[in-house]
Every structure is written in C-alpha cells, then in structure tokens.
C-alpha cells in the first residue's frame, strides 16, 4: 500500500508510515470512547428552606405571646409539609408562647388582686 501523505510503499500492517511518520489509515484512530463522564448530577432536592413560620414564632412567643402561638401553630403544620423542618422551632415557640401566656396571665391575676385587694383596702369616706 502507499501512505496517503507522502506515497511511498509501506507496509500494509505498518501503524505508520515509515518514511514520514504519519499514522497510516487503519481505523486503529476509531475514536476510543469517549470516557462516559459519569455525569452524576446532585440534585439540589434539600433546597434547605427554612419553616419561616416557626422562627417568627418562636421569636414572637417573647414579645407577643399570642402572635407567636398562632405563628407556632402555622409552622407545626408548615413543618408536616416539610418533612419536619423547623418542627423543633416551631414546637419551642408554642411551649414558650404558651408559657409566656401563663405567666401574663398569672401576673394580670396578681395585679387584679392586688388592686382589688387595694380597692377593698380604701376606707370608705363617703
Ligand atoms: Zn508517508
């Protein structure tokens, strides 16, 4: 056979041509396969969204005790959609909404008593 670069005589099952060095025609360049690149995609499934519900509820359970029981609540069920996310928070927030609530409700029992006992305590001048 001839190499197709230079046409000199090569030898039929020479890899190249002797003469120039090109790789002769054998499809010996059969483009390997491509190394499949195990296109391992991670899937961002755990797009970490956060039970918005819950913070707020735990962060109103301080200031105003009733808004962060309802907001509680809201994330306990936002928390079931979520495969639990924020469910601790959102549980924290009703226990100390309700605690605060408590407490509110035992202090404006105090002071009622306390004034009523203090009202009870005026003498009467008239
Ligand atoms: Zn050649």
């Known amino acids: 056979m001839f190499c197709p670069k230079c046409g000199s005589v090569v030898d039929e099952n020479a890899p190249f041509c002797p003469n120039c060095g090109a790789?002769?025609?054998?499809?010996?360049?059969q483009q390997q396969q491509q190394q499949q690149q195990p296109?391992?995609?991670?899937?961002?499934?755990?797009?970490?969204?956060s039970n918005?519900?819950?913070?707020?509820?735990?962060?109103?359970?301080f200031i105003f005790p009733?808004?962060?029981?309802?907001l509680s609540i809201i994330g306990l069920n936002k928390?079931?959609?979520?495969?639990?996310e924020g469910h601790g928070l959102?549980?924290?927030?009703?226990?100390v909404s309700?605690?605060?609530?408590?407490?509110?409700?035992?202090?404006?029992?105090?002071?009622?008593?306390?004034?009523?006992?203090?009202?009870?305590n005026i003498p009467t001048y008239y």
């Not at 790789?23 to 360049?29: R, S």
């Open 39 to 49: 296109t391992v995609i991670y899937q961002q499934t755990t797009q970490q969204q």
């Open 79 to 84: 928390a079931k959609e979520m495969n639990g």
């Open 90 to 95: 959102a549980l924290a927030g009703l226990v």
């Open 98 to 120: 309700i605690v605060e609530m408590v407490i509110v409700l035992i202090a404006v029992i105090c002071v009622v008593a306390l004034g009523a006992a203090a009202i009870s």
């Open 23 to 29: 790789a002769l025609g054998q499809p010996q360049a």
């Open 52 to 61: 918005i519900f819950a913070i707020l509820g735990l962060v109103f359970a």
């Open 66 to 70: 009733i808004v962060g029981l309802v």
